[in-house]
């Protein structure tokens, strides 16, 4: 039997998986090519609770994507395996 996940905990980590599946890369020339970037189209205290834990950084208010950090890709794939899915 799996143990039942609580609904905030579940809305941090669908929503960490869900930004780290959606990433884009920056097309710029001087854009790092492996810097992940993601739109903000998340409930703002879940955004801010990851920005709080490092696994991404949403730069300023104004802003309309965010950068997941490289703890965050790491977070992401350890919850991808817990719930079983499959990345790209």
């Known amino acids: 039997m799996v143990d039942k996940t609580d609904a905030k905990t579940a809305m941090e980590e669908l929503s960490m998986m869900l930004i780290y599946l959606s990433h884009f890369t920056e097309r710029d020339t001087m854009a790092d090519p492996n810097s992940k970037y993601a739109w903000k189209g998340?409930?703002?205290?879940?955004l801010n609770l990851l920005d709080e834990k490092d696994y991404i950084r949403q730069g300023s208010h104004r802003s309309k994507s965010?950068?997941?950090?490289?703890?965050?890709?790491?977070?992401?794939?350890?919850?991808?395996?817990k719930y079983n899915v499959v990345d790209w």
């Open 66 to 81: 965010m950068y997941i950090t490289k703890e965050g890709e790491a977070k992401a794939k350890e919850l991808m395996e």
């Open 42 to 46: 998340y409930d703002f205290d879940v």
